[in-house]
């Protein structure tokens, strides 16, 4: 759209029609703004006119400011401008919503007299979440529409609010019946017309000491909260301070002081790795334009194994509204898997996440069986049998003789060779790897793998799907671990190597917690059970580098039964059930007995260096992953990472905390690492020839 018309103005008797037409969300971007600003100058000015409606374009009124202007410097009129425009004007401004009004946006709806939506409306300040605070006065007026407490448990979250709750905590004037967002305004701005209600500005309104008080207190509250968040979480302090401004200070140095503090947010680390991450997350799910119309239907699906995974899978396709036929290999196992399964729907219908209607519904659509004849039908089987290549082939083989020619048939390995699992199969390019991460139904990240032969409408199919299950699919070609597991193997042999040098591992946790991550990598082993680790090492033994430098404190643990929670013994300690772990004197002594027998004097690490170690092994392996062309882009890993893995999200992922770091300071590193062992660390020739013609990983996403 040529960029003068991002605002349209029609005349509807006396009533000035403003609509905000910038697809996709109507964005507040520079000719936005200048365009509504011209648009109530010149209702100011037009004797005829006596009211003004605002009004947006498609799905969503507004969905905020542009994102894509926060790296640039920014473009007049600003929207505070905008907003005190809309707020000073003489004549009534209504605006009318549906769909989205976030960020800007609620601001823009703020600084109006009034404000009408339609049901499907939501309302929100999602401004947190990008490491921002709201910037065009809605610190200043949310306050003195809804209150201190209302604002802050929508802007301390970021979450979106439905209509009937902003009606009811007076955010909006009145919900309309219906979806037209056009004829609701025009409706309610007839009564304004005929003067039969008086402009209200947020400006004129003061607290009263009542309520000053009340929200004095719940600002204090939230700043106790707030304070378990940690420093990092910049925007949440400025948050509680620009709201303190609006009941301790002038409005006018309360908007100064918003300001201020917006400004320094938008200049934040923080904030440019949110937004990275917000685009990033996007653009993941996006696939060259050749694939585009060429996905198979998929309704019905069989999954293969009722294990944990298998049984969060189907209910992942359950909830997705598929139907879904679980097989097992004989009747006890498969009425242990549908029971699993039953169990977790019933959680999650027990916790309000699924009404009685879906959760009878969903129950409807599930269904068991011991042959595979059963998937005959289903446009989709996803294997979820033991991680064992011989197993999985023998299910494969079974899988192209009984589905029908247009079914996909996606394996969930999540290290095996998924051109070797296909081999020999005549229908190889209906083979994908759908990689879901544990447990499946819960977390969003999903890798998928696309073996060479795999065909494209395949591959589109699976992006729909995980579309459709509200999934964040990121793509990646077959490799030992794919995208996630062969950069996790990387860093957890850092923290092995550092943990048999001298930090112990609770050291080690509690650096890489202080880093941001919920738990460190000792803290994982015991939670996912130490003897898968331990097995899948024994396979591997036999092919293992001689000039890999070998770590066995985890095998000792293992020997000793200490497989972790479930053992009540692994690196900690868990007494009577409890999921927090104590530190353990014997795993200590465990550690200095192997440093004993191979002659390693132990050293003492900084929690920084701990944390050097830990991500420059990390980002290594991820540059070989870009290298070799398993991960797309940087950006893949990112989205891997953090929400596969944990990584915060305040930083960017590690590719983003990468260019950030100083590529050329993480080379140097590693190049340091290397005096000590020069096997493992090898810097990444991608690594390399970032640093050697100064560009960056960012400069590859694109
Ligand atoms: C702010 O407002 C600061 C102010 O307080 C102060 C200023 C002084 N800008 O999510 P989707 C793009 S901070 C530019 O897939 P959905 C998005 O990248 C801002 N572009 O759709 C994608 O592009 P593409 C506060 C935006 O239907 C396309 O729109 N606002 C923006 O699933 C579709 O997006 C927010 O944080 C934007 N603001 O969900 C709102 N938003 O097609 C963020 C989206 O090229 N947005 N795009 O990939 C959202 O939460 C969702 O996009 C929304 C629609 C719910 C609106």
Known sequence: MHQANLITTRREGTVLVVTVQNPPVNALSVNVRHGIIEAIKHAQNTAAITAILLTGQGKHFIAGADINEFSRSPQAPLLPEVCDCI?????????????????GGLEIALAAHFRVATPSATFGFPEVTLGLIPGAGGTQRAPRLIGIKSSLAMMLTGKSINAHEALSIGLIDHLNQSEDALSNGL???????????????????????????????????????????????????????????????????????????????????????????????????KLPSEFHGSARPINSAGVVGGGTMGASIAV??????????????????LETGLERIRSILQHLHSRGRMSKQEHEAVLQRLQGATDYIALSTVDLV?????????????????????????????????????NEISSGLSRRSDVLGLHFFSPAHIMRLMEIVVPQ??????????????????????????????????????????????????????????????FGFPMGPFQISDLSGGDIGWAQRKRKAATRDYRERYVPIADRLCEAGWFGQKTGRGYYRYTDGKRIGEPDEDVLLLIENVRREKGIKP???????????????????????????????????DITMIHGYAFPRYRGGPMKYADDYGLDKLLADIREFALEDAYFWQPSNLLQERVTTSGLFEDLNN
Request: glycine share 6%; hydrophobic share 40%; net charge neutral.
């Open 87 to 103: 707020e000073a004007s003489k004549k009534p401004v209504l605006t009318s919503m549906s769909g989205a009004t976030l960020g």
């Open 187 to 285: 409706r309610f701005i007839q009564t304004l017309v005929k003067g039969e209600i008086n402009i209200r500005r947020r400006a004129d309104v003061k607290i009263s000491s009542k309520d000053l008080e009340k929200a004095t207190l719940a600002l204090d509250e939230a700043r106790q909260g707030s304070k378990a968040i940690g420093t990092s979480f910049g925007a949440t302090q400025a948050l509680i301070e620009a709201l303190e401004g609006s009941i301790t200070l002038p409005r006018h140095e309360g908007m100064a002081r918003e300001r201020a503090l917006f400004l320094q947010c938008l200049g934040s680390p923080e904030r440019s790795a949110l937004v990275h991450v917000f685009q990033s997350e996007r653009k993941v799910m």
């Open 316 to 333: 992942c396709l359950l909830n997705g509204g598929l139907s879904v036929v679980l097989i097992e290999q004989d009747n006890d196992r």
């Open 382 to 418: 996803i294997e979820a049998v033991f991680e064992d290549i011989v197993v999985k082939k023998a299910v494969f083989e079974r899988l192209a003789e009984v589905c029908n020619p247009k079914s996909i048939l996606a394996t969930n390995t999540s290290y095996l060779d998924i």
């Open 453 to 514: 032969s795999t065909s494209k409408d395949v591959v589109a199919s699976g992006f729909e799907l995980a579309r459709r299950l509200g999934k964040i699919a990121v793509r990646s070609a077959v490799s030992d671990g794919f995208i996630g597991n062969r950069i996790l193997a990387n860093y957890r042999k850092a923290a092995e190597y550092m943990m048999e040098d001298g930090a112990s591992p609770y050291q080690i946790d509690s650096a890489v917690r202080a």
């Open 603 to 637: 050293r003492s690490f900084t929690d920084e260096e701990i944390i050097r170690r830990y991500l420059a092994a990390m980002i290594n392996e991820a540059a070989n992953v870009v290298d070799q062309g398993v991960a797309e882009r940087p950006l893949d890993i």
